[in-house]
């Protein structure tokens, strides 16, 4: 089942997330202090896994990477249940924060990593002064998971 991120949510919280000059795998929303690195190292076949920094906790997002036949289009697919475990019990956390529940992390988050991730992967194609169909890259969000988070969890 692929979920869909409110649009009208999504268009009303556009950030503008710009590659880091110091850092190829890293892009960044300066205002927010959103940020995605890429993570190249022990990464399974055909997925992409992303630390992903939102509202000063960073967690691990993993996808799943397909291409199409003509290697232009490029779709990351994330499990929502993963992302939310990733995100409640990231190591990284300070203390006494709350965390929010599955609907809320569904509108505040999803949309941003979204946004992130389409930067980072059309920032890694190469040059875009170079004449050449450039790289389209698509987001989905899968989840096997109830709506229902039970309420805000410590």
């Not at 630390?51 to 290697?71: E, G, N, P, Q």
């Not at 203390?95 to 979204?114: I, K, N, S, V």
């Amino acid at each position: 089942m692929t979920v869909d991120v409110d649009s009208e949510a999504s268009r009303n919280n556009v950030l503008a997330f710009i590659p880091d000059p110091e850092n190829r795998r890293k892009v960044f929303d300066p205002d927010s202090g959103y940020e995605l690195r890429g993570i190249f190292g022990s990464v399974p076949k055909n997925e992409f896994w992303f630390d992903f920094c939102f509202d000063d906790i960073t967690f691990m997002v993993k996808s799943k990477l397909s291409w199409s036949t003509d290697r232009l289009r490029l779709t990351f697919t994330f499990n929502v249940a993963q992302l939310y475990h990733s995100y409640r019990y990231s190591p990284r956390r300070g203390r006494g924060q709350e965390t929010m529940c599955l609907a809320d992390f569904r509108a505040q988050a999803l949309p941003h990593l979204r946004n992130a991730v389409v930067a980072f992967a059309t920032r890694a194609r190469g040059d875009p002064r170079l004449p050449g169909e450039r790289l389209k890259a698509e987001v989905e969000f899968a989840d096997p998971a109830p709506e229902d988070c039970g309420g805000q969890m410590r």
